[in-house]
């Protein structure tokens, strides 16, 4: 598995477009949340703030999972898949290489990105007459640390759809649809029952619940459970891809 795991950070650490997509995470994720916590104003001083402070995740969840789909489909459409599976047969292995690096790599992107967003959106809304948040209070840790794990299991839901699709536009496709549609379904939806089911099954509307600070108890569903939700979703992609990657020809 050391040699799998060096192998695997071997390839990312070299790969300039993933590092600039990690970039791109921190970027985007900082500067979404600047730009909307500046347009806020101070009447009653009303609403989340500590989730409108958050607000670029919602951005940068889409590049993380563009890097985790890049991690296997890029040696798909390169040819190394091949190469890499006649090296190490044992494919599973591979692929738990790939989840352990970017599980790393992505939890201390994320991290950055999160906090960066945080301090950013905090002196913004203090400038804007909003209360300052404080990065000791519980509720405020755990949007933070939530908000940077929800972007670290994005990426690996991206990395078990591409190691099951073994194509880097389908899956692509298919995480920004899970992440973007069901949104826009679970609103296009009369029925407030099936609203609320569907946010509590939406791998974003579930895992997004973990940055919420108010009214808590009218949330479809509970912040951690949420996350645990979007857990479960990167855990199903992974073992998918895993299944199928066991299963078939490179």
């Known amino acids: 598995m050391r040699t799998a795991i060096h192998a695997e950070w071997t390839k990312l650490r070299t790969s300039p477009g993933t590092i600039w997509l990690l970039l791109a995470?921190?970027?985007?994720?900082v500067g979404v949340s600047a730009l909307t916590t500046a347009a806020m104003t101070c009447v009653a001083c009303g609403g989340d703030v500590l989730k409108t402070s958050l607000t670029g995740v919602q951005l940068g969840q889409a590049i993380?999972?563009?890097?985790g789909v890049l991690m296997m489909g890029t040696?798909?459409?390169?040819?190394?898949a091949?190469?890499?599976?006649t090296a190490i047969p044992r494919r599973t292995?591979?692929?738990?290489?790939?989840?352990?690096?970017?599980t790393a790599v992505l939890l201390v992107t994320s991290a950055a990105a999160v906090l960066g967003a945080f301090l950013a959106g905090r002196a913004i809304l203090a400038d804007n007459g909003f209360a300052r948040l404080s990065i000791s209070d519980g509720t405020v840790m755990r949007a933070l640390v939530g908000s940077a794990l929800y972007l670290?299991?994005?990426?690996?839901?991206?990395?078990?759809?591409?190691?099951?699709v073994r194509s880097s536009a389908g899956a692509i496709g298919t995480v920004l649809a899970l992440l973007f549609v069901f949104p826009v379904v679970s609103l296009?939806?009369?029925?407030?029952?099936?609203?609320?089911?569907?946010?509590?099954?939406g791998p974003t509307?579930?895992?997004?619940?973990?940055?919420?600070?108010?009214?808590?108890?009218?949330?479809?569903?509970?912040?951690?459970?949420?996350?645990?939700?979007?857990?479960?979703?990167?855990?199903?992609?992974?073992?998918?891809?895993?299944?199928l990657l066991a299963r078939r020809d490179a």
């Open 75 to 80: 040696e798909y459409s390169n040819g190394l």
């Open 188 to 201: 296009a939806v009369s029925d407030p029952d099936w609203q609320r089911k569907l946010e509590q099954i």
């Open 93 to 102: 292995r591979v692929l738990t290489a790939k989840a352990l690096v970017l």
């Open 152 to 164: 670290t299991l994005i990426g690996l839901l991206g990395l078990g759809i591409a190691t099951a």
């Open 64 to 67: 993380a999972a563009i890097a």
């Open 205 to 243: 509307s579930a895992g997004l619940a973990i940055q919420a600070s108010t009214n808590l108890s009218e949330l479809p569903i509970k912040p951690w459970h949420g996350l645990g939700v979007l857990a479960l979703w990167a855990v199903a992609g992974l073992v998918s891809g895993g299944l």
């Open 82 to 85: 091949r190469l890499t599976l």
């Open 25 to 29: 995470v921190i970027v985007s994720t």
